[in-house]
């Protein structure tokens, strides 16, 4: 079955600084991948989506990126605020358009 | 718009006690999801339906059952409640086979002593 990895349960990070968040996943590549916000007691917010043919995907101040070879994905918050702190999820999407989510990096920005 | 809702918020049951959860969704949407959430162990599929009247198994079906009898409600089941069952149910929904993102509701927390 598909595994998939988030580089480490925490991140801390300086306000203003770029936060990289990592995303692996084994065997076979996805026919896309996003991903979600989640802060404490709520549920999951959709922030991205890049397809598999795509390279990289910007919104706002996220950026997220894809490489099939290296089977990984980048999500990016540059000028980071501590607002964006939060536990972000990957979900790629393996067929039958189910997604399945990695278990999150916790990102604190520290002022 | 409310988006999804899932009710009830907050639920205790005793092993072996029944229950259902239910999921509304006023978007209009295909797709609609059960997951669980356990710490450490990510968002983890339950049961699925891509359509009114439609459902499929997902990653960790055993225990509950589903029905999508109206295409905007979704309700997950569970007979004998069991206390691996403790943990927070979010419903999702999404709009159809295209590459969307899903709308998740803001979940059921449930124990189960």
């Known amino acids: 079955s598909q595994k998939i990895e988030q580089n480490s349960e925490a991140l801390n990070i300086q306000e203003g600084k770029t936060a990289t968040l990592t995303c692996n996943y084994t065997n076979y590549s996805p026919a896309y991948l996003q991903w979600y916000r989640q802060d404490p007691g709520r549920g999951p917010v959709f922030l991205l989506l890049?397809?598999?043919?795509?390279k990289e995907k910007r919104k706002e101040r996220l950026k997220v990126t894809f490489d099939t070879t290296l089977k990984q994905s980048l999500f990016h918050i540059t000028a980071s605020q501590p607002a964006d702190s939060a536990t972000y999820l990957c979900a790629p999407e393996f067929g039958n358009e189910k997604l399945t989510f990695g278990t999150g990096t916790r990102l604190t920005i520290i002022p | 718009n409310a988006g999804v809702t899932q009710t009830p918020k907050f639920r205790v049951l005793k092993t072996g006690q029944s229950m259902t959860l239910l999921c509304a969704q006023d978007?209009?949407?295909?797709?609609m999801y059960w997951y669980r959430q356990d710490p450490g162990m990510g968002l983890r599929l339950i049961h699925y339906s891509v359509g009114e009247g439609t459902t499929a198994k997902g990653e960790v079906p055993d225990g509950y059952n589903v029905s999508r009898l109206k295409k905007q409600n979704f309700l997950l089941g569970l007979e004998s409640a069991a206390p691996s069952q403790t943990s927070v149910y979010f419903c999702?929904?999404?709009?159809?086979?295209?590459?969307?993102?899903?709308?998740f509701g803001s979940g059921t927390r449930l124990t189960v002593v």
């Open positions: 978007m209009n949407h295909e797709y």
């Open positions: 890049i397809r598999e043919n795509e």
């Open positions: 999702a929904s999404k709009e159809d086979a295209s590459n969307y993102g899903y709308t």
